[in-house]
T-cell receptor
Framework: DGGITQSPKYLFRKEGQNVTLSCEQNLNHDAMYWYRQDPGQGLRLIYYSQIVNDFQKGDIAEGYSVSREKKESFPLTVTSAQKNPTAFYLC????????????FGNGTRLTVT | QKEVEQNSGPLSVPEGAIASLNCTYSDRGSQSFFWYRQYSGKSPELIMFIYSNGDKEDGRFTAQLNKASQYVSLLIRDSQPSDSATYLCAVNPMNSGGYQKVTFGIGTKLQVIP
């Protein structure tokens, strides 16, 4: 079955450590996205990528980095520069047509102490 | 002004009633509109999408779009306790440059009371 796989489901890190969240899709979608969700704030776009080896900052990119070396993969690194990294992180993908919905992975809940 | 506005709720309805969820958006050129359902601790799942004025029905769900009023709604008929979730309105603007620069509302929490 096609879908998006995020791993791990839960992640715990100490403050000051970088951490990488994995996202893999087998939907053959060109575009991939990373969102962050905090209580009461909805989903906010961190980074997005339309094609391999290209990505753009979203609304809250500071303290995060991404890579897109393969069409199927779009890992997100939460760096020590991110001031409030504890959140629920969602990866999504879509085709490039305007009426194509986002397909979400199951999410990674990151807790930094 | 927020780009996509929703009342955070909670909206409480009795089992079997019609739940009406509303969303307004600020970008008049927006092209496509989505409703996602999100259970607590889970990822969003697509319920409906609509891009033409009027109503679109799928089972117990009806999406309504009024571009002149910049308003989109979701009606859930015969509400069930399993419909209790947060419903996210998402809007895709016209000038998105070939990708889905979707903007989400904060979501409306729906509680269906047995």
């Amino acid at each position: 079955d096609g879908g998006i796989t995020q791993s791990p489901k839960y992640l715990f890190r100490k403050e000051g450590q970088n951490v990488t969240l994995s996202c893999e899709q087998n939907l053959n979608h060109d575009a991939m996205y990373w969102y962050r969700q905090d209580p009461g704030q909805g989903l906010r776009l961190i980074y997005y990528s339309q094609i391999v080896n290209d990505f753009q900052k979203g609304d809250i990119a500071e303290g995060y980095s991404v890579s897109r070396e393969k069409k199927e993969s779009f890992p997100l690194t939460v760096t020590s520069a991110q001031k409030n990294p504890t959140a629920f992180y969602l990866c999504a993908s879509s085709s490039r047509s305007l009426d194509s919905p986002l397909h979400f992975g199951n999410g990674t809940r990151l807790t930094v102490t | 002004q927020k780009e996509v506005e929703q009342n955070s709720g909670p909206l409480s309805v009795p089992e079997g009633a019609i739940a009406s969820l509303n969303c307004t958006y600020s970008d008049r050129g927006s092209q496509s509109f989505f409703w996602y359902r999100q259970y607590s601790g889970k990822s969003p799942e697509l319920i409906m999408f609509i891009y033409s004025n009027g109503d679109k029905e799928d089972g117990r769900f009806t999406a309504q779009l009024n571009k002149a009023s910049q308003y989109v709604s979701l009606l859930i008929r015969d509400s069930q306790p399993s419909d209790s979730a947060t419903y996210l309105c998402a809007v895709n603007p016209m000038n998105s440059g070939g990708y889905q620069k979707v903007t989400f509302g904060i979501g409306t929490k729906l509680q269906v009371i047995p």
